[in-house]
């Protein structure tokens, strides 16, 4: 690596792990949402000061070079966010249709009070 | 006939043209009937026009799906303690004439669901050939599983009892079109199920369901929540406690 991608690497890292962390103290994102994305600013800074274990790794994997193992753990990564995302998504749905279906007959129950309060 | 432990559910989205003669004709039918619209987030007026004619609405906040909106109304119908459903569509596909058959035969038969069938009667329903090709590969898989001949698993057309009431208020219940899956869960749970010949329409309201990429959508979905069944913890709501 040289000390050019090495400060622009650094840079990239610590931009995102700032970034991510002035979000979550705006409450723009929540604190149970945040982490993944401070660990892949988290990862990116430990490949880039130890730059061995970025070896170590594509060596595990068998790639053919450094930069292949960071492609293929960053869209690893992104397919993990997008499926959780995904799952979220559904709980969301799940939850909004029942409190759509609760608030319906709930209006309609209190419409039905109102009602027989005026005939009395 | 007596129509007081029963309760018709009507889900409507954006059907404030048909909905009006729809209730009329259903009231000469069966004058005592209850019948529950379900406006589920109509963005006409079909609410203030249902409560015109004298039928109780109950309004979802925002379009959820014509399962979701029937589903409201089984939670309405199980609070209020009905003991018989009849469901029909809004749109016109139904023919109200056909509530006394189903009553009948929910009230009277050994069963606990009723389907109008709209292909076991002599009727000119007209639909597209994906949209037939669909129903008929879903009817021949139903019948297959189920072990008895199903011939329009689509129909909105029903009535049920209070113990597949229970059933669909809980958590088994599709949000978007109840049709062959839900079938296939039903024979699952214990229940049993009977098809009668129903006259049917085609919908005023076209282009509600199975246009364009839909009906491959459809199938997908279709086989994918059957497959679900299969592999999911059966739920064995009412087999235990069926005591008929």
């Known amino acids: 690596m040289t000390p050019h991608q090495k400060v622009f690497a650094l840079i990239t890292s610590i931009v995102i792990l700032l970034f991510i962390l002035e979000l979550v103290r705006k409450r723009k994102i929540k604190e149970e949402y945040s982490w993944f994305w401070l660990l892949i600013g988290l990862v990116i800074f430990i490949l880039v000061i130890w730059y061995d274990s970025l070896l170590f790794v594509t060596e595990l994997v068998g790639s053919e070079t450094p930069m292949t193992t960071i492609f293929l753990f960053g869209f690893l990564f992104l397919l993990f966010v997008n499926i959780h995302y995904s799952v979220k998504i559904s709980l969301f749905t799940e939850q909004i249709k029942k409190m759509a279906q609760k608030i319906g007959i709930l209006s309609k129950e209190i419409e039905d009070l109102k009602n027989k309060e005026k005939e009395k | 006939m007596n129509t007081k432990d029963a309760l018709l559910i009507i889900p409507a989205y954006n059907e404030s043209k048909a909905i009006g003669k729809i209730?009329?004709?259903?009231?000469?039918?069966?004058?005592?009937?209850?019948?529950?619209?379900?406006?589920?987030?109509?963005?006409?007026?079909?609410?203030?026009?249902?409560?015109?004619?004298?039928?109780?609405?109950?309004?979802?906040?925002?379009?959820?799906?014509?399962?979701?909106?029937?589903?409201?109304?089984?939670?309405?119908?199980?609070?209020?303690?009905?003991?018989?459903?009849?469901?029909?569509?809004?749109?016109?596909?139904?023919?109200?004439?056909?509530?006394?058959?189903?009553?009948?035969?929910?009230?009277?038969?050994?069963?606990?669901?009723?389907?109008?069938?709209?292909?076991?009667?002599?009727?000119?329903?007209?639909?597209?050939?994906?949209?037939?090709?669909?129903?008929?590969?879903?009817?021949?898989?139903?019948?297959?599983?189920?072990?008895?001949?199903?011939?329009?698993?689509?129909?909105?057309?029903?009535?049920?009892?209070?113990?597949?009431?229970?059933?669909?208020?809980?958590?088994?219940?599709?949000?978007?079109?109840?049709?062959?899956?839900?079938?296939?869960?039903?024979?699952?749970?214990?229940?049993?199920?009977?098809?009668?010949p129903v006259v049917m329409y085609s919908a005023l309201n076209k282009g509600k369901i199975h246009n364009g990429l839909k009906p491959l959508y459809y199938v997908f979905k279709m086989f994918l929540s059957i497959i679900m069944i299969f592999l999911r913890k059966k739920p064995y709501f009412y087999r235990k406690e069926n005591k008929l």
């Open chain 2, 23 to 196: 209730i009329i004709e259903i009231k000469n039918q069966l004058p005592d009937l209850d019948i529950l619209v379900v406006n589920d987030g109509s963005i006409d007026n079909t609410d203030t026009i249902a409560k015109k004619y004298g039928v109780d609405v109950v309004s979802l906040p925002f379009n959820v799906g014509y399962g979701a909106a029937l589903q409201t109304g089984y939670q309405y119908a199980q609070n209020k303690k009905y003991q018989y459903i009849l469901q029909m569509d809004a749109d016109g596909q139904h023919e109200p004439r056909e509530l006394v058959n189903l009553l009948r035969v929910i009230k009277n038969d050994q069963v606990d669901v009723v389907i109008g069938s709209r292909f076991l009667s002599e009727c000119n329903y007209q639909a597209s050939w994906p949209r037939r090709l669909g129903m008929i590969i879903f009817s021949k898989i139903t019948s297959l599983i189920i072990k008895q001949r199903i011939t329009d698993p689509t129909s909105g057309f029903q009535a049920l009892n209070h113990r597949v009431l229970e059933f669909f208020t809980s958590e088994f219940y599709p949000s978007d079109y109840p049709d062959a899956d839900v079938i296939v869960l039903l024979y699952y749970a214990g229940f049993r199920i009977k098809e009668i």
